[in-house]
Nanobody, 115 residues
Framework: QVQLAESGGGSVQAGGSLRLSCQVSGRISEINAMAWYREAPGKQREMVAEMRSGDYVHYRDSVKGRFTISRDNTRNTVYLQMSGLEPGDTEGYYC?????????WGQGTQVTVSS
């Protein structure tokens, strides 16, 4: 099992920045990918940024150049640095870990961007 705990969400004005954190615990050695997803009420959850073993990183087109995913192995933490935030980024953000065929999720943290 892998446990994930997100933090860092909040309310900002358009153009502002936030950094989300995902504290990872449990069977960390079995994780082969970490990702951030987001979901708005009535919409499908979508991948925002993904990091895989071997330093592979992938971003959703709408956040390229504005969001950066990173990790600190000494703190077992994955980050999502978000800048140039737009009202369309207002969603619940979820951290995800993949071990083989299994996916684990955190409880999420809300990001609200006002115009």
């Amino acid at each position: 099992q892998v446990q994930l705990a997100e933090s860092g969400g909040g309310s900002v004005q358009a153009g502002g920045s936030l950094r989300l954190s995902c504290q990872v615990s449990g069977r960390i050695s079995e994780i082969n990918a970490m990702a951030w997803y987001r979901e708005a009420p009535g919409k499908q959850r979508e991948m925002v940024a993904e990091m895989r073993s071997g330093d592979y990183v992938h971003y959703r087109d709408s956040v390229k150049g504005r969001f950066t995913i990173s990790r600190d192995n000494t703190r077992n933490t994955v980050y999502l640095q978000m800048s140039g935030l737009e009202p369309g980024d207002t969603e619940g953000y979820y951290c995800s870990a993949r071990t083989g065929e299994n996916y684990f999720w955190g409880q999420g943290t809300q990001v609200t961007v006002s115009s």
